[in-house]
C-alpha cells in the first residue's frame, strides 16, 4: 500500500513503543469499561464527573481550538502568513474532538445511546447543544482535514471535492465551535449555588469562549514547536509571532473581563482569602493570565522583537492557565458542594493516558505519511528517533 | 429563523413533550402524531440555519441542502418509526398493600407502622420484611394505647413500653426481639464462666409449641433438660424468685394496708411508700408505661423488684457466696416470654450485687432470652426437645409453687399473694376457696374482686392486663385521687400484655393475635400445673426461699431485702407529651 | 394542576413506614447495613429513593429533641435536572412530578451536577446504569392516586394536593400556629420553588436540608445564554461571511485573479 507514492512508513522509537504500550492498556480498560461500567472509576454520587469529564472532553475541547482559530484567521481573515500552521492546526482539532467525542463516549454510562440526542432534542439542555455542536464540528473537521487524506491516498477528484467546500465549512465550524466553546463554560452557569462564586458567573460563556480563542493558537505553538523538534522544521517566526499577539491580546481581553467580573460581584477578597480555593485560583491567573501577559506586554511596549523562547514559553503558560482553570471549575469550585474528595482510579488514569497516547501515535502516523507540513518530505526527513534522542 | 427561536423557549412544543410522558390513558397514535410534528419541525429549522449560513456559496450550496435534508427526513423517519420513545418512566413496578392504593384522600384506616428506635433494647424491624399492613400499629395504639398517646412533635425519645405486643402481631416477623444468642452462646463457650439460667413461669406451657406440640404443652422438665444440654452451668426456676416477690410484696402490702390504718410496723425503714392501693411490679412493660403515662401514681407501685431482677440479685450474692464462686465469674442469663425484660435487664439501677460488693458496673442480669430465642438456640443445637427426658431444676434457686407458676396468667399474681396475704394478715393458710379464686381468673381486660379477711375485713383488688384496659383502671385511680375520694383497691395487680405473660412479647408467635384460643390453652396449663403438679401451691412454703431468708436476707422487707430486692422508679413524662387519646 | 405535597415535619416520629412504601412500590433494594434509609446515616443513594433522616435539635422549650426529615426529590417547579437533560429523559410533568425515562438516557450524569439539591444518584455498580431518584409515584399520581409514601403514613404527616393551595394552606397553619412553626415554607422560592414544600419548628438547616440555595429558578440562568444563540449563531455566520468575502475580493484585487476556493493546496 501506498501513500502519496511511497510506501507506509513507520518508525518505530522507544517513546513509541511506550505509547504502542499506553494504547494496549487502554484498549483493554476500554473493553473492560464498556462491558462492566463505571465500576472501575472512583467516581461517586458526591463526584459524578471526574478525569474524563475534565481531561477528555472540558480540556481536550479547549486545547483543541487551534483548529478554528488559525482556521478562521487564515481563511476568513485571510493572514496568508499563518499558513504553514494551519493543516497541522487543523489535524490536531481533528484528532482532538475524534479523541474527545471517544472519550465523553467512555464515560456516558449508557454508551449504546450515543446516538440519542439526535432524535430526542433535549433543547433546553446546554449539554445538547454542545453534544450537538461537538458531533457537527467533527464532521466538519473531517472534511476540513479530508483533502489532505484523499490527495494522499490518490483520490484526487474527492479530495478537490472537498477543497472546495473549505470557506462554508471553515465558518461553519467557526460557528460551531463559538457555541460549544462557550457552552462549556455555559454548562456550568447551571451549578449557581454549587459552583464556588469565584468562578461561577454569567459570563462563564464569554470567559470559555475567549479563552479558548486565546488558547487555541497557544496550543497550535506548543504543538508546531515539539513537531519542530521531532521532525526538524524550521522554525516559522512570522506565523508563529502572529499567533502570540493574537493570543496576547485575546487574553488581555479574558484577563480583564476575569479580573473585572471578580471585582464587580466583589469576590477579590475572596480571592485574596488565602485558602485552598483561594490559591488555586490565583494559582490559575497568575500562570494563565499574569505572567504571560507580563511578558507579552513588555515585549511589546518595550517594541522587542519576540523571541522563540519567548512565544513557547508564552504559551506553554497559557495553556497551563486554562488546564488549570477548567480544573479548577469541575473540581476546585465543586468540592464543597461535593463534600467528599475524588481522585481519579488507576483504570481512569490509564484511559486517559491511553486516549492521549493513541491520538500522539495517529497524529504521528499521518505527519509522517501525508502531506500536513508544508515542505515536508517524509524520505528525507530524519526520523523522531533521532530528534528525539 | 424567528421560528426557530420560538420553538426553543415555545410552551406548545413543551407541552407536546410532557404529553408523551404520561402514558397512563393515553393512545399511542396520539402519540406519534405529536412527535412527527415536532421532528418535522427540527429538520425544517436544520435546513433553515443552513441555508442562511451558506449564502452565496453558489459550488456547494446545493449539496449541502440535500445533504442535511437527507439527514433532517431520516432522523424524522427513524423518530416516526419508533426508533426513539420516551420509554416507561422508572419506577412504579412493585406493589403497596391494597389499602393504600385507594384514590385521593380516601383515608386509610389502618395505615404505617410503629417506630422503632435503632437503639432499642427489646425490639428490632427488619424493613425487608415489613408489608406496612399496619398491624404493629394497631396493636400499639389499640391494644396496649402507647401510640397515638402522645403529642406531636415527639421529645428527644421514641415512647415504647418494649412488651413486644407489635412482634407477637407482626404478620411476616418483621418485628421480633434484639437477637442475643450470639452473645449468650459466647458465655457459654467461655470455660472461666460460671453461666446460669432462669426460666419464667410462662415458657413451660408455651416452648413446645416451637417444636410441633400441642398449644399449652407443659414441657417444664424438658425445656430443663435442653438448657443443660445447651451447657448452662445452672438452670435455676424464676418461680423461686416470684414466690421470693409474693413475700416482698405481700408484706410491702400489709406494711401500707397497716400505714393506711394508721400502724407502723417497726421495720418500716422510713423510705417505704404508703400509697393505697399497691401496684405490682412484675411487668416490666407496665412498669415503664406507667413512668411515661402516670408518673404520679408511681408512689402506688410496689418497690419490689421483677422475680427476674429478684433471682439475679440473689444469684450474684447468696448463691455466689454459698458456692463459693466470684459473684464477676457469674453470668446470669433469663429465658422470658417478655421482650420488656431486655429493657428492664439493662435499667441503671439494676445493679444491686455488684453495687453491694462496691462493683456498680455488674448486672445483675447479664442476658434476657426470649422464649422464642431459646427455642431457636434448640433447634440450631439440633435437640429434639419433643423427646428428651425431663429434668429437675438445680437446687438453691430452683424450687417454685403453684402461687409462682400462676404469675405466667393474667390475675395469677393477685391470686398468689392473696394465698399468702392471707396467711400474713391471719397467720393461718387460706381455705380452700381462696385457691381458687375465679373472680381473678381469664382474659377479660380489667377483673374486681372483693373477700372477707377474718381479722382484717374486706380486702378490693383488681387486675388489669394489657395496657389499654389499664389505662381505664388508671384514669379511675387518677381521678379518686385527685377528687380526694379514699382508695378503691388495696392491690390491683397490672400486666402490660392482654393475658399476662403467656402471651408475652417474647413468645411463640404460633398463634397470632387477636386469636384468643392460644392464649386459653397456656393458661389452662398454668392453672393445670398449680392445682394438680406442683407439690405446694402457697408461696411462703417454699423451702428455699424460707433458707434463704434464714441463712441471708433476715426479714421479709428486711435491711437487706430492701438494698437487694426493692428497687425504684424514673419518673419519664418528660420524655414525651402524654394525651389521653388517640 | 400541577400537585405538591406539605410536609409537617413535627408530626414525623420516625417510624420509616414511607421508605418501605418506597421500596415496595418502586421495587429497590435493601441494604440496611451500607446503606440505611432511617436514623443518622441515612442517605438517598440509588436505591433510596427516599429516607427519614434523624437530627438532634432543641425544642422550643429548649430542651434536647429529635427531628426526623423526610428526604426525597423536591420535584422542582422548574427543574434544573430537567433542563439539563440532553435527550429529555428528566421531565417536568404538568401533574408535578419530575420524571425520568431510563430508555431515552445517556448516563451523561449532568443532571446530578446541575441539581441544586444533589438529589440525583446512580447506580455505579451497574454496567449500564440509570440515574436514581424520586419519580413521586408518577404512575399513581395520574392514575389519582396519592404517592406510596404519603398513604402509608401513619401520622399523616404528609398531604397531597395542589400545590397553590398546599402554599395557602401552609401560610394559615404558619398563622394559626406562631409558637410551633418556624416562619419558613421551605421549598416555596428555594431554587424558583418545589412541588414538595416543607413546614417545621426548627431551622432547616438543622435538618439536613441545603438552605443556600439560589432563590430563582436555575434554567432561567442558562435560558438567558441559550436563547440568544440562535441569533448569535446567525450574526456570527453572517459577519464571518461577510469578512470572508471582502477579505476574497481583497486577495483577488491584489493577485489579480480570483482564487476560487482559497484553500491552502492553491
Partial sequence: MTINGTRITFRMTPFRLVLIGFSLIFVGIVAYRLVNGLQMTNLTDAWPWGLWIYVDVKLGVALAAGGFTTAGIYYVLGVKKVKSVVKPAILTAWLGYCLVGFGLLMDLGRWYGWWHPIFSWGEHSVMFELYMCVLLYTIVLTCEFAPVLFKGLGLRKVSSFFTRLTAPLVIGGIALSTMHQSSLGSMYVLTLGKLNELWWTMLLPILYYSSAVAVGPAMVTCETALAGRFFRHDWDAPAMTYLAKWSGYVMTFYTVLRVGDLAVRGQLTALFALDTVSLMCLLELVIGCLLPLWFFWSYKLLGREMTQTMIVRNAVLMVLGVALNRGNVVFTGMAKAAGASYFPSVAELFLTFGLISVGILIYLFIVENFDVFPAHDQQAAPGPAQAHG | ?582 | ?266
Avoid at chain 2, 373477700?451 to 389499664?470: I, M, Q
Avoid at chain 2, 403467656?502 to 396449663?525: A, H, L, M, N, Y
Avoid at chain 3, 429529555?88 to 451523561?108: F, M, Q, S
Fill in chain 3, 1 to 266: 394542576m400541577s400537585k405538591g405535597v406539605l410536609v409537617d415535619m413535627t408530626k414525623c416520629f420516625g417510624c420509616g413506614a414511607c421508605t418501605v412504601a418506597c421500596k415496595l412500590w418502586n421495587e429497590k433494594k435493601y441494604d440496611e447495613v451500607n446503606k440505611p434509609t432511617l436514623g443518622e446515616a441515612a442517605q438517598l443513594v440509588d436505591i433510596n429513593w427516599t429516607v427519614v433522616s434523624k437530627h438532634d435539635v432543641t425544642d422550643q422549650g429548649g430542651h434536647a429533641a429529635w427531628r426526623f426529615a423526610k428526604k426525597q426529590c423536591l420535584h422542582c417547579v422548574d427543574p434544573a435536572c430537567a433542563s439539563s437533560c440532553l435527550v429529555g429523559a428528566l421531565r417536568k410533568t404538568p401533574e408535578g412530578p419530575v420524571v425520568y425515562h431510563p430508555d431515552l438516557c445517556v448516563g451523561c450524569r449532568y443532571c446530578m451536577v446541575a441539581c441544586p439539591f444533589n438529589i440525583p444518584k446512580y447506580e455505579w455498580d451497574k454496567s449500564f446504569p440509570k440515574v436514581s431518584k424520586c419519580q413521586m409515584c408518577f404512575t399513581r399520581v395520574v392514575a389519582g392516586e396519592q404517592p406510596a409514601c404519603i398513604a402509608v403514613c401513619p401520622n399523616q404527616v404528609m398531604q397531597f394536593g395542589d400545590r397553590d393551595q398546599l402554599v395557602k394552606t401552609a401560610h394559615q397553619r404558619i398563622a394559626a400556629n406562631k409558637g410551633l412553626y418556624i416562619d419558613h415554607l421551605f421549598g416555596e422560592t428555594e431554587v424558583g420553588g418545589t412541588a414538595w414544600l416543607y413546614l417545621s419548628d426548627q431551622p432547616f438547616d438543622k435538618l439536613g436540608f441545603k438552605t443556600a440555595v439560589p432563590q430563582e429558578s436555575l434554567p432561567a440562568y442558562t435560558w438567558q445564554i441559550l436563547s440568544k444563540l440562535p441569533a448569535i449563531l446567525l450574526g456570527w455566520t453572517a459577519i464571518l461571511s461577510g469578512i470572508y468575502f471582502i477579505n476574497k475580493r481583497r486577495n483577488a484585487a491584489a493577485e489579480g485573479k480570483l482564487d476560487r476556493t482559497g484553500g491552502p493546496q492553491a
Fill in chain 2, 1 to 582: 429563523m424567528r421560528r426557530k427561536g420560538k420553538s426553543f423557549g415555545a410552551g406548545a412544543r413543551l407541552g407536546a413533550i410532557e404529553k408523551r410522558a404520561r402514558r397512563v390513558g393515553r393512545k399511542r397514535r396520539e402519540m406519534a402524531r405529536d412527535r412527527s410534528a415536532r421532528e418535522i419541525i427540527s429538520a425544517e429549522d436544520v435546513d433553515d440555519m443552513e441555508t442562511k449560513s451558506n449564502k452565496g456559496l453558489p459550488c456547494s450550496r446545493r449539496f449541502f441542502l440535500k445533504g442535511l435534508g437527507a439527514a433532517g427526513l431520516s432522523g424524522a423517519l427513524a423518530t416516526l418509526s419508533g426508533c426513539k420513545d420516551a420509554g416507561k418512566p422508572s419506577g412504579g413496578e412493585g406493589w403497596t398493600p391494597q389499602q393504600y392504593n385507594a384514590p385521593g384522600s380516601w383515608p386509610v384506616q389502618v395505615r404505617g407502622r410503629v417506630p422503632i428506635d435503632p437503639a432499642n433494647p427489646s425490639i428490632v424491624r427488619d424493613d425487608r420484611k415489613c408489608i406496612l399492613c399496619g398491624q404493629c400499629a394497631e396493636a400499639c395504639e389499640r391494644v396496649q394505647s402507647v401510640e397515638g398517646f402522645y403529642g406531636l412533635p415527639i421529645k428527644n425519645d421514641i415512647t415504647c413500653v418494649n412488651c413486644g405486643q407489635c412482634a407477637l402481631w407482626c404478620p411476616t416477623g418483621a418485628i421480633g426481639e434484639r437477637d442475643d444468642i450470639a452473645r449468650v452462646l459466647r458465655v457459654i463457650g467461655d470455660a472461666k464462666l460460671h453461666v446460669i439460667v432462669q426460666t419464667a413461669p410462662a415458657t413451660r406451657i408455651a416452648i413446645g409449641e416451637e417444636f410441633g406440640m400441642p398449644a399449652g404443652s407443659i414441657v417444664e422438665g424438658k425445656m430443663v433438660a435442653a438448657l443443660k444440654l445447651l451447657g448452662f452451668d445452672r438452670v435455676f426456676d424464676t418461680n423461686f424468685s416470684a414466690d421470693l416477690t409474693i413475700m416482698e410484696e405481700g408484706t410491702e402490702l400489709i406494711g401500707r394496708i397497716k400505714a393506711a390504718g394508721g400502724q407502723h410496723e417497726s421495720e418500716d425503714h422510713g423510705h417505704a411508700p404508703t400509697a393505697l392501693p399497691q401496684f405490682t411490679s412484675c411487668s416490666p412493660g407496665w412498669v415503664k408505661f406507667c413512668e411515661y403515662f402516670y408518673p404520679d401514681l408511681l408512689e402506688h407501685m410496689s418497690t419490689c423488684k421483677s422475680p427476674q431482677q429478684m433471682l439475679g440479685s440473689v444469684a450474684k450474692t447468696y448463691y455466689a457466696k454459698k458456692k463459693g464462686i466470684d459473684p464477676k465469674q457469674i453470668v446470669s442469663v433469663s429465658i422470658m416470654p417478655c421482650t420488656a425484660k431486655k429493657f428492664e435487664a439493662a435499667r441503671g439501677e439494676m445493679n444491686s450485687a455488684g453495687a453491694l460488693a462496691g462493683n456498680p458496673e455488674l448486672r445483675d442480669v447479664n442476658f434476657v432470652l426470649t422464649t422464642r430465642e431459646l427455642a431457636r438456640m434448640i433447634k440450631r443445637k439440633g435437640i429434639d426437645l419433643a423427646n428428651l427426658a425431663p429434668q429437675p431444676y438445680d437446687s438453691l434457686m430452683g424450687e417454685g409453687t403453684g402461687a409462682a407458676v400462676i404469675f405466667a396468667a393474667t390475675g395469677g399474681v393477685m391470686e398468689a399473694a392473696v394465698r399468702s396475704g392471707y396467711y400474713l394478715l391471719t397467720g393461718q393458710n387460706p381455705p380452700d376457696a381462696l385457691l381458687n379464686l375465679t373472680a381473678v381468673r381469664g382474659l377479660q381486660g380489667v377483673k374486681e374482686a372483693s373477700l372477707e379477711v377474718p381479722g382484717f375485713g374486706e380486702l378490693r383488688v383488681a387486675v388489669a392486663s394489657g395496657l389499654g384496659n389499664a389505662r381505664q383502671l388508671l384514669d379511675q385511680i387518677r381521678a379518686d385521687k385527685q377528687a380526694g375520694l379514699p382508695p378503691r383497691y388495696h392491690f390491683v395487680e397490672f400486666m402490660a400484655c392482654p393475658g399476662g405473660c403467656i402471651s408475652g412479647g417474647g413468645q411463640p408467635k404460633t398463634s397470632v393475635p387477636p386469636g384468643d384460643w392460644v392464649r386459653k390453652e397456656r393458661i389452662r396449663s398454668i392453672y393445670a400445673i398449680d392445682a394438680t403438679i406442683y407439690k405446694k401451691r402457697l408461696s411462703h412454703e417454699n423451702k428455699e426461699v424460707l433458707d434463704l431468708y434464714a441463712e441471708y436476707l433476715g426479714q421479709p422487707n428486711g435491711e437487706l431485702a430492701h438494698r437487694l430486692l426493692h428497687t425504684t422508679y424514673t419518673d419519664r413524662s418528660g420524655s414525651l407529651t402524654a394525651k389521653n387519646k388517640a
